[in-house]
Nanobody, 126 residues
């Protein structure tokens, strides 16, 4: 059974930093792609950072480029999201996702995001 467990969310003032973690178990970690999505109340879910595990390719949404960094620790089957210079508009529930059958690194990173974590809340105050 595939499990993705996020941690590291919390409350921070604008300009601060947080690091989210996503630990994968029961998953063929090395073969696929993983990503962080977020969803704020009343808004659509947004993909913010993506990583291709084998090649290390990364891709970011324009809204977080230069502030967020996605990385991996293959030994721990864990993906991280380092978030710096946080803004109030970054406030959202953040979800880790993993590809199920395929992922593509052509024109960014896309995949069938078939596995999801339970989410971790990030709140940024002004």
């Amino acid at each position: 059974q595939v499990q993705l467990v996020e941690s590291g969310g919390g409350s921070v003032q604008a300009g601060g930093s947080l690091r989210l973690s996503c630990a994968a178990s029961g998953y063929t970690y090395r073969s696929n792609c993983m990503a962080w999505f977020r969803q704020a109340p009343g808004k659509e879910r947004e993909g913010v950072a993506f990583i291709y595990i084998v090649g290390g390719n990364t891709y970011y949404a324009d809204s977080v480029k230069g502030r967020f960094t996605i990385s991996q620790d293959n030994a721990k089957s864990t993906v991280y999201l380092q978030m710096n210079s946080l803004k109030p508009e970054d406030t959202a529930m953040y979800y880790c996702a993993a590809s199920k059958e395929w992922c593509s690194v052509v024109q960014g990173i896309s995949a069938d995001w078939g596995y999801w974590g339970q989410g971790t809340q990030v709140t940024v105050s002004s």
